[in-house]
Every structure is written in structure tokens, then in C-alpha cells.
């Protein structure tokens, strides 16, 4: 096994390091796969904007390695292949993999209480393991989420893992019971990174690096740490859609890592994915980064440890994207070819997904679809009883509306999705496999029974249209406070409009969602909760990644 680990790090080193300039200049690939690449990224190719590189290989073998745009254009520098970007989530990898060799080594068990290495994790009476945090079925708040519920976001104020555990520490509830329903928190892998570093006695940065980076010949690959460091040859990262006239730079100023903040290059991306592909670290090890969640309800998920296991153009893919801040990062796995796509871009414009997809396309066979698949049926009903299914829904996890209307002829999900009628009961979401089944409870509306592949997770209550402005409001008006996020908010009535105002100078416009509920705009949800006597006590506050927030009228 030794021997054939030194094999793969030559022949690892021999194709991403020891000759990059000879690599970036040749293209393996067919001119035809060059043009299209080109085309691919025609809008970023110039020097007026920032762009993307671009890698691609095959059994270990680059295939092409392009750049376009600029990585700085207030010194103007060209991308090249061998820039360095920064890769988002794309960066939870390298954590699930530490976790993993840890694991095989030994040193914790994935099935293990994360409260016996982080004690700090509040005690919610219910067991989270590693494993919920791998897989993002833990249910813990994204801590960034929390931190921006006061104004200081990831963006505002730089944080380090103190500040993770700080605010960790102060959750007193939930997202999710551990694993109910997926949902991705960053919390999880910074917790990980953490805990890296107390199992190992080392930094999780020097850890990384020692087993993974080094023996794979990653050097322009390193952990962003620390914010300010000098690290040459870095992109900086902007604001912006292509054909703008100005950008502007939009780059980290936190040293929390793990979740994202990894620094490196498409060449370095494909050497990591060859050592995945050629069982560098072994078979066992392959097994559990691929291994799929499975939730209580015995569905399982396709996100596994830090990869997704899915379809692409009629391929099974191991992938992942990434953003943070101006960076926007795609890895990709076509296993069945032994196919790998990396892509770093530097601007926010620049859609991850859809670019490295289009790439993934040029060099995969078009395969025939798969006409096994059975006719998704369509019943007949009349109008008058398909409006019956109009109205407004909310997840009583997080109050997040639901509205089913009636637009030119049909059921609409939200304003835009289809709804197909399949039964007297059910329809399907679009051209997904979602069910939502209309439930009968014995209230004035149904509720709906949300089915996912064939299991049934979560009931969406009804409820009453928001009411026109009245006098009422005012009963709203007061100041409320949350010492999970640390933070007040004032609420007043302000002509016929609720605002709310947050500590220096922020306003946000309440506007009507349902009954008692309002959408603040550039913040979050606002549900204010009555007691016995009909007068207002609190509200609660719920966001993308953090669920039912409690501000307490004072």
C-alpha cells in the first residue's frame, strides 16, 4: 500500500506541480472542445471584467486548462490556470476528509456525540452526531445566519472560530430535531474544523496540509485563516454581472474557515479529485465521503460528506459549488468516465452550476434518455374544483408561506410552478417527484401533506389572508429583544406601514405576508405571537437558515 500511495503522489506531482507551465500551455483536448469552451465563458473573456479558470481531466490526465477575465482590475492582472481562488463550500471537503481519515484511524466514530468533543453545543436533549453535521441533517442555525440578524454578518465584521462557538453557544433552540430534514449550516463544519484541531492537538489548517495537501502536491492550495495574510498570486473577488461598467471588490474579511475559506487553483482541484477517483486514501475511505444521509423517515437524501451524489446529462456525478463573498467555485465527478471538472471564478455573476454543467456537457457523451421511466399521469378536473386548493400555507418549523393561486388555467406554486393534478387529492410540484397531498383535518381548509419519493415529511397549515392596513397595528409598535442574536429591534407604525429599526440606522418595511405575519425586506420573516389575552409578547424571527427566533417584547 506504501508503495502504491508514493506511485499516485508522482504521478499526482508530475501532472499538477512539478511541470505547470508545460501543463497550462498544452491542451489535450479536440479545438472543437476549446471553442466551446470558449463560447461557454464569451462573456467573461475580457479585460474589462473579472472571469473564471477552468480544468478539466480525465483519468488523471488534463484534458484543458483555460482562464478569462481579470483577476484585478485595479492592477490589471489576467486570470491564468494557475490563479488562486477562493473555493467556497467547495472547501467542506477537505473537512468531511479529515473527519473521515480520523475516523478510520481511530480517532472518533462519525456515529459519536459532537457534545463530548464540543461541550459548548448546548444540550438540546436530543443526540447530534458528527454524522448530522457531515451530512446537514443536524438542524443546528448557520451561525452566520444568526450573526447577520444584527447587523454584523459575514460581511460586516471580521469573526474567527471564538466567535462560532460564542454564538453556538447561545442558541437556545433548533432548527430541525437531528435528523428530521436536511438543511444545510455552515455551523457544522466550522464545528468540525474545531474539533480537528482538539483531537489532533494541532491547527486544523496544519492538519489539512500535512495529510491531505502536501502528500497530494497541492501547493498553491492553503487555508484563508487569516484574512490579512499576503498570499501571491490570489484573485481578488468582485460585485458584478457581465457587461457592467463598474464592479466593486467584495472580498473576506473573516478568518473562520472550513466551511469555506479555502485557497487554491483548478490544477490543485483536479489533483484532489484524482487522488478520490484512483483510491488514494483507499476504498473504505471513498465509501463514507460518498456515503448518502439518510433521514429519520428513511428517505435518503443525496447529499453525502460535502458532495452531492446525483445526475448530470444522464451521468451519476460526485459535485459540489461554492460561494463566498466574489468567489464562485464548481468541483465535479463523473465517476462512470472517470471525468473531472473544476471551476474558480472571481465575481458574483458568474453562476457556478450553470457554467460548470455547460463545461461538463462539451466533454460527456450525449447519452439517450431514459425512456424506462413511466408517464407521469394527469386527471382531469374541473376548474371550480381545482380552486378549491387556492389559498395560503405556512411550515410550522418556520412559517415560510406557501400560496397556491389560480393563473391562466392552472394551479400555481407560488406565482410560478405548475401544479399537476394526479388524484382527487394530490398534486405533483412542476416536473419534480414532490407530492403535495390535500389533507382534510376538519378545519375550513385542507393542510397539505408534502410527500418526497414516496415518504411523508412535512404538514403545511393554513392560513387566513393578510388583512388591508387598520388601526390594529399599532398593537405591534414596540421594542423587542433576542439574546440569541444579541440584538433589539423597534417596531412602529409609521403612517399605514409597519417598519422595523435595528441599531445604528436600519429600516425595514413590513409587508404584509398572512395573518400576523410580515416579510421585512433584506431581513427576515416577522410573525407576532399573541398570549391568552390577545396581546402581542413576542416575535418570531425566521430566515433561510435559522428557524423560529424568538424577540421578546420589553
Same mark, same amino acid.
Given at each position: 500500500?506504501?508503495?502504491?500511495?508514493?506511485?499516485?503522489?508522482?504521478?499526482?506531482?508530475?501532472?499538477?506541480?512539478?511541470?505547470?507551465?508545460?501543463?497550462?500551455?498544452?491542451?489535450?483536448?479536440?479545438?472543437?472542445?476549446?471553442?466551446?469552451?470558449?463560447?461557454?465563458?464569451?462573456?467573461?473573456?475580457?479585460?474589462?471584467?473579472?472571469?473564471?479558470?477552468?480544468?478539466?481531466?480525465?483519468?488523471?490526465?488534463?484534458?484543458?486548462?483555460?482562464?478569462?477575465?481579470?483577476?484585478?482590475?485595479?492592477?490589471?492582472?489576467?486570470?491564468?490556470?494557475?490563479?488562486?481562488?477562493?473555493?467556497?463550500?467547495?472547501?467542506?471537503?477537505?473537512?468531511?476528509?479529515?473527519?473521515?481519515?480520523?475516523?478510520?484511524?481511530?480517532?472518533?466514530?462519525?456515529?459519536?456525540?459532537?457534545?463530548?468533543?464540543?461541550?459548548?453545543?448546548?444540550?438540546?436533549?436530543?443526540?447530534?452526531?458528527?454524522?448530522?453535521?457531515?451530512?446537514?441533517?443536524?438542524?443546528?442555525?448557520? %451561525?452566520?445566519?444568526?450573526?447577520?440578524?444584527?447587523? %454584523?454578518?459575514?460581511?460586516?465584521?471580521?469573526?474567527?472560530?471564538?466567535?462560532?462557538?460564542?454564538?453556538?453557544?447561545?442558541?437556545?433552540?433548533?432548527?430541525?430535531?437531528?435528523?428530521?430534514?436536511?438543511?444545510?449550516?455552515?455551523?457544522?463544519?466550522?464545528?468540525?474544523?474545531?474539533?480537528?484541531?482538539?483531537?489532533?492537538?494541532?491547527?486544523?489548517?496544519?492538519?489539512?496540509?500535512?495529510?491531505?495537501?502536501?502528500?497530494?502536491?497541492?501547493?498553491?492550495?492553503? %487555508?484563508?485563516?487569516?484574512?490579512?495574510?499576503?498570499?501571491?498570486?490570489?484573485?481578488?473577488?468582485?460585485?458584478?454581472?457581465?457587461?457592467?461598467?463598474?464592479?466593486?471588490?467584495?472580498?473576506?474579511?473573516?478568518?473562520?474557515?472550513?466551511?469555506?475559506?479555502?485557497?487554491?487553483?483548478?490544477?490543485?482541484?483536479?489533483?484532489?479529485?484524482?487522488?478520490?477517483?484512483?483510491?488514494?486514501?483507499?476504498?473504505?475511505?471513498?465509501?463514507?465521503?460518498?456515503?448518502?444521509?439518510?433521514?429519520?423517515?428513511?428517505?435518503?437524501?443525496?447529499?453525502?460528506?460535502?458532495?452531492?451524489?446525483?445526475?448530470?446529462?444522464?451521468?451519476?456525478?460526485?459535485?459540489?459549488?461554492?460561494?463566498?463573498?466574489?468567489?464562485?467555485?464548481?468541483?465535479?465527478?463523473?465517476?462512470?468516465?472517470?471525468?473531472?471538472?473544476?471551476?474558480?471564478?472571481?465575481?458574483?455573476?458568474?453562476?457556478?452550476?450553470?457554467?460548470?454543467?455547460?463545461?461538463?456537457?462539451?466533454?460527456?457523451?450525449?447519452?439517450?434518455?431514459?425512456?424506462?421511466?413511466?408517464?407521469?399521469?394527469?386527471?382531469?378536473?374541473?376548474?371550480?374544483?381545482?380552486?378549491?386548493?387556492?389559498?395560503?400555507?405556512?411550515?410550522?418549523?418556520?412559517?415560510?408561506?406557501?400560496?397556491?393561486? %389560480?393563473?391562466?388555467?392552472?394551479?400555481?406554486?407560488?406565482?410560478?410552478?405548475?401544479?399537476?393534478?394526479?388524484?382527487?387529492?394530490?398534486?405533483?410540484?412542476?416536473?419534480?417527484?414532490?407530492?403535495?397531498?390535500?389533507?382534510?383535518?376538519?378545519?375550513?381548509?385542507?393542510?397539505?401533506?408534502?410527500?418526497?419519493?414516496?415518504?411523508?415529511?412535512?404538514?403545511?397549515?393554513?392560513?387566513?389572508?393578510?388583512?388591508?392596513?387598520?388601526?390594529?397595528?399599532?398593537?405591534?409598535?414596540?421594542?423587542?429583544?433576542?439574546?440569541?442574536?444579541?440584538?433589539?429591534?423597534?417596531?412602529?407604525?409609521?403612517?399605514?406601514?409597519?417598519?422595523?429599526?435595528?441599531?445604528?440606522?436600519?429600516?425595514?418595511?413590513?409587508?404584509?405576508?398572512?395573518?400576523?405575519?410580515?416579510?421585512?425586506?433584506?431581513?427576515?420573516?416577522?410573525?407576532?405571537?399573541?398570549?391568552?389575552?390577545?396581546?402581542?409578547?413576542?416575535?418570531?424571527?425566521?430566515?433561510?437558515?435559522?428557524?423560529?427566533?424568538?424577540?421578546?417584547?420589553?
Amino acid at each position: 500500500m506504501a508503495s502504491f500511495k508514493i506511485l499516485l503522489i508522482n504521478l499526482i506531482g508530475l501532472l499538477f506541480l512539478f511541470a505547470p507551465l508545460d501543463l497550462f500551455s498544452q491542451t489535450y483536448a479536440d479545438s472543437s472542445a476549446v471553442a466551446q469552451l470558449d463560447s461557454i465563458f464569451s462573456d467573461w473573456d475580457s479585460e474589462t471584467n473579472p472571469g473564471c479558470a477552468v480544468g478539466v481531466s480525465q483519468e488523471g490526465r488534463p484534458l484543458v486548462m483555460r482562464a478569462y477575465g481579470m483577476a484585478d482590475l485595479e492592477n490589471p492582472t489576467p486570470n491564468t490556470p494557475s490563479t488562486i481562488f477562493e473555493a467556497g463550500s467547495v472547501s467542506k471537503q477537505f473537512v468531511s476528509a479529515s473527519m473521515i481519515l480520523l475516523a478510520l484511524e481511530g480517532e472518533i466514530s462519525l456515529e459519536g456525540d459532537v457534545r463530548e468533543i464540543i461541550p459548548e453545543l448546548p444540550d438540546y436533549g436530543e443526540t447530534i452526531t458528527w454524522r448530522h453535521l457531515l451530512n446537514h441533517t443536524s438542524g443546528l442555525r448557520d %451561525w452566520g445566519s444568526v450573526a447577520s440578524i444584527s447587523g %454584523w454578518g459575514r460581511s460586516n465584521r471580521t469573526h474567527n472560530h471564538d466567535h462560532v462557538l460564542d454564538i453556538v453557544s447561545r442558541q437556545s433552540r433548533l432548527n430541525l430535531p437531528p435528523g428530521e430534514r436536511y438543511s444545510y449550516s455552515n455551523t457544522g463544519y466550522n464545528l468540525m474544523a474545531i474539533a480537528i484541531e482538539r483531537i489532533t492537538g494541532e491547527p486544523f489548517a496544519d492538519y489539512s496540509n500535512s495529510e491531505i495537501f502536501e502528500p497530494l502536491g497541492m501547493t498553491s492550495t492553503q %487555508w484563508r485563516d487569516d484574512y490579512t495574510r499576503i498570499v501571491k498570486g490570489r484573485s481578488s473577488a468582485y460585485s458584478g454581472q457581465a457587461g457592467d461598467e463598474e464592479y466593486t471588490i467584495n472580498r473576506p474579511i473573516e478568518n473562520v474557515h472550513g466551511n469555506g475559506g479555502l485557497l487554491t487553483t483548478v490544477g490543485d482541484l483536479l489533483a484532489w479529485t484524482y487522488a478520490i477517483q484512483s483510491g488514494y486514501f483507499g476504498e473504505e475511505f471513498h465509501q463514507e465521503l460518498i456515503k448518502q444521509g439518510v433521514l429519520e423517515s428513511g428517505r435518503t437524501i443525496s447529499y453525502a460528506s460535502a458532495v452531492r451524489v446525483d445526475e448530470d446529462h444522464g451521468y451519476r456525478q460526485i459535485t459540489h459549488t461554492g460561494a463566498t463573498s466574489g468567489y464562485r467555485a464548481y468541483l465535479s465527478i463523473y465517476p462512470e468516465v472517470d471525468l473531472s471538472v473544476a471551476l474558480l471564478c472571481n465575481v458574483t455573476g458568474a453562476s457556478p452550476g450553470s457554467l460548470g454543467s455547460a463545461v461538463s456537457e462539451v466533454f460527456l457523451e450525449e447519452r439517450d434518455a431514459d425512456e424506462t421511466q413511466p408517464e407521469k399521469g394527469i386527471v382531469q378536473r374541473s376548474d371550480e374544483q381545482l380552486k378549491e386548493w387556492t389559498g395560503i400555507w405556512s411550515d410550522p418549523r418556520n412559517y415560510r408561506a406557501t400560496e397556491i393561486t %389560480w393563473e391562466d388555467g392552472e394551479l400555481r406554486l407560488n406565482g410560478n410552478t405548475t401544479l399537476h393534478p394526479i388524484s382527487g387529492t394530490e398534486v405533483r410540484v412542476g416536473s419534480s417527484e414532490t407530492l403535495y397531498r390535500f389533507v382534510d383535518r376538519g378545519d375550513d381548509h385542507p393542510h397539505i401533506q408534502v410527500v418526497r419519493e414516496g415518504f411523508e415529511e412535512e404538514v403545511l397549515n393554513p392560513e387566513n389572508s393578510a388583512e388591508e392596513f387598520d388601526e390594529s397595528w399599532t398593537d405591534f409598535a414596540g421594542i423587542y429583544a433576542s439574546p440569541d442574536a444579541e440584538t433589539e429591534v423597534r417596531i412602529e407604525l409609521k403612517g399605514d406601514q409597519l417598519v422595523a429599526y435595528r441599531r445604528p440606522a436600519e429600516m425595514f418595511e413590513l409587508e404584509p405576508v398572512y395573518e400576523n405575519t410580515y416579510l421585512a425586506q433584506g431581513w427576515g420573516l416577522v410573525r407576532f405571537v399573541m398570549d391568552e389575552n390577545d396581546e402581542v409578547n413576542e416575535f418570531i424571527y425566521s430566515s433561510g437558515r435559522v428557524y423560529d427566533l424568538r424577540f421578546e417584547r420589553k
